[in-house]
């Protein structure tokens, strides 16, 4: 374990870093420099996780999205990253299994982060640096500085070659110490203690391993668990089913009058999904037979935001049957065949919902929610999926929720692969002949579009102005000189930024504007 002085020096050095590296500058280069610093405290600092091999994946993970911030430079590369190097450090600190214990645990160190510094300086306390012998060996030159002030002043004098150099290094002297002092600013200072904040959050591990041991406690094989009777009947779940079937559902018989409902359930659930079904393999699936008086935006969000929710109150209600002893009930097989078919036709369910979002694309082209849905089915997808290896192989709710943990990580750093902004604006214009272009909506795309808007000024120069002015500079304006003003206003800031602030995207989109 190092000192709690190493602790303290990396947190100050490292704002002092995130200070000059992110002031008035955008992530670029300036990541892969922190990212280094970080990752290299954490190794430092907690040397025994070295052999962790889900952390070794995390680093790959972030080394990757690291890559994808200078290549892609989007809002879903940046958080990627955000995400994967918060997940190393937590598993290099603490003993995790599970992406949302991890994620915890790491809530718990920016909690006590203020706390844990004052507690390393107070663990410095009593420790006195010896001056003395510097303050000594500092008088003895005090003499030979100042013979050697006099003659460098007369040499200074006699050559001119001297003096301008010497004049010269007295103004970058000059220019070091007012950059210097321009960091006594409020918001600068502001911006210090913030570096030092998410540092200390990095880099000091909290004494709290709430999150850690509850993780490591889990189980992935659920066991069966013999429930006193007398307890059971004291608990809400009871008094509600006494409520509803009477004495029997806190009787002996108890389990076996669970089984009955929930085959029950199970059963009447999906005949009616095996009716939802049917209508959507025949209207949506076979002839997008959709009536025509009913708006397609409609169609999908609505009826695909009430598809999903029908998707997961699903997965709870099997959740639910399938959380106790009844896994091991002997003669469950009918539950167990009847949740089978159910997930089956929740998954049927799932791709008429994609088949609704391919018809809004089609139609009405991509957009940021008709993107995400996607990545969403592909959660729900991989949720139905552990929800029949959970019952098949009988398995506990935390191993539902590490494998979708871990799924979900996975997806954000694929879905982080592909500028997005960009991939709008490409298929809808290439599509602009079938799909009405959005020009409100490409006009807000993020600046790494503005090659392909440029590609398709005449989208622009047809829209109706009346529908789509632009105010700025205090006066109203066209589509086409918003897209101007935007184009010039991407080219003056990124000369403001220094290379701290380079990437390829940003770069490839200046180089093709000017």
């Given at each position: 374990?190092?000192?709690?002085?190493?602790?303290?020096?990396?947190?100050?050095?490292?704002?002092?870093?995130?200070?000059?590296?992110?002031?008035?500058?955008?992530?670029?280069?300036?990541?892969?420099?922190?990212?280094?610093?970080?990752?290299?405290?954490?190794?430092?600092?907690?040397?025994?996780?070295?052999?962790?091999?889900?952390?070794?994946?995390?680093?790959?993970?972030?080394?990757?999205?690291?890559?994808?911030?200078?290549?892609?430079?989007?809002?879903?590369?940046?958080?990627?990253?955000?995400?994967?190097?918060?997940?190393?450090?937590?598993?290099?600190?603490?003993?995790?299994?599970?992406?949302?214990?991890?994620?915890?645990?790491?809530?718990?160190?920016?909690?006590?982060?203020?706390?844990?510094?004052?507690?390393?300086?107070?663990?410095?306390?009593?420790?006195?640096?010896?001056?003395?012998?510097?303050?000594?060996?500092?008088?003895?030159?005090?003499?030979?500085?100042?013979?050697?002030?006099?003659?460098?002043?007369?040499?200074?004098?006699?050559?001119?070659?001297?003096?301008?150099?010497?004049?010269?290094?007295?103004?970058?002297?000059?220019?070091?110490?007012?950059?210097?002092?321009?960091?006594?600013?409020?918001?600068?200072?502001?911006?210090?203690?913030?570096?030092?904040?998410?540092?200390?959050?990095?880099?000091?591990?909290?004494?709290?391993?709430?999150?850690?041991?509850?993780?490591?406690?889990?189980?992935?094989?659920?066991?069966?668990?013999?429930?006193?009777?007398?307890?059971?009947?004291?608990?809400?779940?009871?008094?509600?089913?006494?409520?509803?079937?009477?004495?029997?559902?806190?009787?002996?018989?108890?389990?076996?009058?669970?089984?009955?409902?929930?085959?029950?359930?199970?059963?009447?659930?999906?005949?009616?999904?095996?009716?939802?079904?049917?209508?959507?393999?025949?209207?949506?699936?076979?002839?997008?037979?959709?009536?025509?008086?009913?708006?397609?935006?409609?169609?999908?969000?609505?009826?695909?935001?009430?598809?999903?929710?029908?998707?997961?109150?699903?997965?709870?209600?099997?959740?639910?049957?399938?959380?106790?002893?009844?896994?091991?009930?002997?003669?469950?097989?009918?539950?167990?065949?009847?949740?089978?078919?159910?997930?089956?036709?929740?998954?049927?369910?799932?791709?008429?919902v994609l088949c609704r979002d391919y018809y809004y694309i089609s139609s009405l082209g991509l957009a940021y929610k008709r993107?995400?849905?996607?990545?969403?089915?592909?959660?729900?997808?991989?949720?139905?999926?552990?929800?029949?290896?959970?019952?098949?192989?009988?398995?506990?709710?935390?191993?539902?929720?590490?494998?979708?943990?871990?799924?979900?990580?996975?997806?954000?750093?694929?879905?982080?692969?592909?500028?997005?902004?960009?991939?709008?604006?490409?298929?809808?214009?290439?599509?602009?002949?079938?799909?009405?272009?959005?020009?409100?909506?490409?006009?807000?795309?993020?600046?790494?579009?503005?090659?392909?808007?440029?590609?398709?000024?005449?989208?622009?120069?047809?829209?109706?102005?009346?529908?789509?002015?632009?105010?700025?500079?205090?006066?109203?304006?066209?589509?086409?000189?918003?897209?101007?003003?935007?184009?010039?206003?991407?080219?003056?800031?990124?000369?403001?930024?220094?290379?701290?602030?380079?990437?390829?995207?940003?770069?490839?989109?200046?180089?093709?504007?000017?």
């Amino acid at each position: 374990m190092k000192q709690p002085s190493s602790k303290l020096l990396l947190v100050f050095t490292g704002a002092f870093i995130f200070n000059l590296l992110f002031w008035n500058e955008k992530i670029g280069v300036n990541a892969v420099i922190f990212d280094a610093f970080v990752c290299t405290g954490v190794l430092v600092l907690y040397p025994s996780s070295r052999s962790n091999k889900i952390r070794g994946w995390l680093l790959v993970a972030q080394t990757a999205t690291l890559a994808l911030v200078i290549i892609q430079n989007t809002i879903l590369s940046k958080l990627a990253l955000v995400v994967t190097l918060l997940l190393f450090v937590s598993f290099s600190e603490f003993t995790h299994q599970s992406v949302f214990f991890a994620g915890g645990s790491i809530i718990t160190n920016y909690v006590a982060a203020v706390p844990n510094v004052f507690i390393e300086f107070g663990n410095m306390g009593g420790k006195r640096i010896p001056v003395s012998g510097w303050i000594r060996r500092f008088r003895l030159f005090v003499i030979p500085l100042a013979i050697l002030c006099v003659f460098f002043a007369i040499y200074a004098s006699a050559n001119v070659v001297l003096s301008n150099l010497f004049n010269a290094a007295l103004d970058s002297v000059a220019h070091w110490f007012s950059n210097f002092f321009s960091w006594f600013s409020l918001e600068r200072i502001t911006f210090f203690f913030l570096g030092a904040f998410i540092i200390a959050g990095l880099l000091i591990k909290s004494g709290a391993s709430w999150f850690s041991d509850k993780d490591m406690n889990c189980h992935n094989d659920l066991s069966r668990k013999k429930n006193r009777l007398k307890k059971w009947r004291e608990t809400a779940l009871a008094d509600l089913l006494q409520l509803i079937i009477g004495r029997a559902a806190t009787g002996n018989l108890a389990l076996k009058i669970e089984y009955r409902i929930g085959t029950a359930s199970i059963i009447l659930l999906n005949i009616l999904l095996a009716f939802i079904n049917v209508l959507d393999i025949s209207y949506v699936w076979l002839g997008y037979g959709i009536d025509k008086n009913i708006q397609l935006s409609a169609y999908v969000h609505e009826g695909a935001g009430l598809l999903i929710l029908s998707i997961l109150l699903a997965m709870f209600v099997l959740l639910f049957f399938f959380r106790g002893n009844i896994n091991f009930y002997r003669k469950n097989k009918w539950l167990k065949y009847g949740a089978y078919l159910w997930i089956l036709q929740n998954t049927l369910l799932v791709l008429s919902v994609l088949c609704r979002d391919y018809y809004y694309i089609s139609s009405l082209g991509l957009a940021y929610k008709r993107i995400g849905l996607l990545f969403f089915l592909l959660m729900v997808l991989t949720g139905l999926i552990t929800i029949f290896l959970k019952i098949y192989f009988t398995k506990t709710v935390y191993f539902l929720l590490r494998v979708n943990g871990w799924v979900a990580v996975v997806l954000l750093v694929i879905s982080s692969c592909v500028n997005w902004d960009v991939a709008i604006a490409r298929y809808n214009l290439q599509h602009k002949a079938t799909i009405p272009p959005d020009v409100h909506f490409l006009l807000s795309l993020s600046d790494h579009a503005l090659p392909v808007l440029q590609k398709n000024e005449d989208v622009f120069q047809n829209a109706a102005s009346r529908n789509t002015d632009y105010f700025f500079n205090n006066a109203s304006h066209s589509p086409l000189e918003y897209f101007n003003y935007r184009k010039e206003q991407f080219i003056v800031k990124q000369k403001q930024y220094s290379w701290l602030s380079w990437n390829v995207a940003d770069a490839s989109v200046l180089k093709k504007l000017e």
